[in-house]
């Protein structure tokens, strides 16, 4: 287990994956859309800003197929740096980890089996009014996790979402925490000054003042969040009362814990945050800072390193590129906890070698 | 045990059980509408015609929710006589088992979370081209069989789809299976000749004749199917390879079986079906005159019945209606097997009672 790095509240942490240990799990992907992706400069989650509502159904295709049907070869960044979506399959292939994909708002259907929960396209949350049926779409998603955990022993949730980490921003502004220049990219050099003027922009649109929504996240998702959220966060919440729920992803999982722990706190022993080591090692950002202003939860990072990588493309994730998405580090957590280490991330690195070379184009 | 009917294949039918006894089940119901449900005389699965549109949906929220969202009260007869998903949603609430929804093709969506395969509302047969897609929701529906098979120990499968058993005529036909007169209805006299007529039109529409298509099933269904029977089929085929399927429903269950064997027989031996006792004490059709033409599978039900209860509504399934649908016959199975007896008819029975005194007028 020495590939998994325990960044924040060790103990609980390691008994957290104690209790997983050799257990059955189930991965679910969570995608939406939210219009703030086409903000030039905000995201790198697609090849450009039109691009990114193909993203998430590309990024759920290849977890399912080994490769996608609505856009050829990958999503990649405006650089060529490819999907974190790459590594997420490699992970779920390696220990045969049965996925579920749901959404939560888009615009491009993925050509593999979803979940719908009624959820719509989210807009630029500059309009203040980001998402609609916010409460219908957590609702559902409850009775999904409340389903899902009768099926498995925990339950791994990821997202993809281009713009995620800025709508995280403003969601978490509107409840108060302190998230200014905390929130990550998938750039190497994080767009901080945009983001804030993005969201900023957005509460004031809502007439929405710092910390005014702190007890009312879903009004805040409303005005200022994207459609992934309310999904996410109903998920956890529906499965948290009987399994554990490992929440796989970056610095967007403040904002789905603040959400939670808003609506049911009494979830939260049984809920912990897996990343990658690369957004821990992001200096432009602060997911430890975030999560210790909301709620005491373990934060996992699994020690992936593609530093002797043969492609640039994967090289480029060691200089800061990508970081995490698509549930890369909780994926890679449960197939190494799921197969009791023999899925390891050397294992997982040349699976990922693999698919680069088959489904990239290197540069 | 006593409470489980052994119809056809006794000793597979007894191996069967002993395989499920005390496992973990996932009880899935895959919802469709065709057209053909509006040819007057065809369906009592709604109100009027018009209303069958609504019955699916309405179906899967009051196995969600306990009750419906879509429509007041719950899908009834014209007569008054309440859905099936009574039964089912007892049976599933008795043994706590997990539920996912699957549309085949809607014009409705349900209020209640669901997979989308991709599919579209099924036309009137007698067009001749009756379902889009069959392909691509085969192979969505086998993808999501083998995701839930890595969940559980075994799978039920249940189905709603108004006018149901007259496009499972047409593609028996289409086979070459000898099914005039054997398929079963929801209304007390079985319309066999108008059933007969309309999936002979829609024979001779598409240029399809008797046994033609023995081999080619998907076409059949985008002949004379309905949206509802690729979905089914594929998670029956994506499941079966790996885990037990029991196929919840009455003689729909045959043309699945023939569509299961054209296309991966080898999963057969994996497979049975699971139905109420009112199908086969119907005298108007032959569910096992079915399945023994086309494999070796076995047929098991529940011995439910309603003869002593409080209320005209249910009493009348005793006289021949509604008999079976929404996997009724197979939950209420699944129940009693996951609980190992604890749940039992009788329970289902007060259960039932209980949901239509409270859901339902009685008349």
Chains 1, 2 share one sequence.
């Not at 990114?52 to 650089?79: H, N, R, S, W």
């Not at 281009?162 to 302190?178: D, F, R, Y």
């Not at 493309?313 to 906890?337: P, T």
């Amino acid at each position: 287990m020495s590939d998994i790095i325990f960044v924040h509240n060790r103990e609980m942490g390691k008994a957290f994956i104690e209790r997983l240990l050799g257990k059955k799990p189930i991965f679910t992907c969570v995608i939406g859309i939210t219009e703030t992706a086409k903000i030039p400069g905000i995201s790198a989650a697609g090849k450009n800003p039109e691009l990114t509502y193909y993203t998430p159904p590309a990024d759920v295709e290849l977890l399912m197929l080994g490769k996608c049907k609505c856009i050829q070869g990958v999503p990649v960044t405006p650089e060529g740096i490819p999907t974190p979506a790459l590594i997420t399959r490699a992970a779920l292939k390696l220990a045969d980890i049965p996925t579920v994909i749901v959404s939560g708002g888009l615009k491009v259907k993925p050509q593999v089996p979803f979940v719908d929960l009624g959820g719509s396209p989210g807009r630029d949350i500059r309009s203040g009014r980001a998402v609609d049926y916010v409460e219908d779409v957590l609702e559902k998603a409850m009775m999904l996790g409340e389903n899902l955990a009768k099926t498995v022993d925990y339950l791994v949730v990821g997202e993809s979402v281009p713009g995620g980490t800025t709508t995280a921003l403003a969601v978490l502004l509107a409840m108060g925490i302190n998230a200014e220049g905390k929130v990550s990219s998938s750039m190497p050099s994080n767009p901080h000054r945009l983001k804030i003027e993005t969201a900023k922009t957005g509460l004031k649109a809502s007439g929405v003042e710092f910390g005014a929504l702190a007890n009312n996240p879903m009004k805040a998702v409303s005005c200022v969040g994207d459609p992934m959220m309310p999904a996410f966060a109903g998920m956890v919440m529906g499965a948290a009362d009987r399994i554990p729920v490992l929440m796989a992803g970056g610095t967007q999982m403040s904002t789905i814990l603040a959400i939670v722990k808003a609506l049911k706190p009494e979830v939260l022993d049984n809920v912990a945050i897996g990343t990658t080591r690369w957004i821990i090692l992001d200096k432009e950002a602060d997911l430890p800072g975030l999560v210790q202003q909301i709620a005491d939860v373990p934060v996992l990072a699994i020690n992936l390193n593609f530093s002797s990588s043969k492609f640039n493309g994967l090289r480029a994730y060691e200089a800061g590129a990508v970081k995490e998405g698509v549930g890369a580090g909780g994926a890679c957590i449960a197939a190494i906890l799921k197969s009791g280490g023999a899925v390891s991330t050397d294992k997982i690195f040349i699976e990922v070698e693999k698919a680069y070379s088959s489904l990239c184009s290197d540069f």
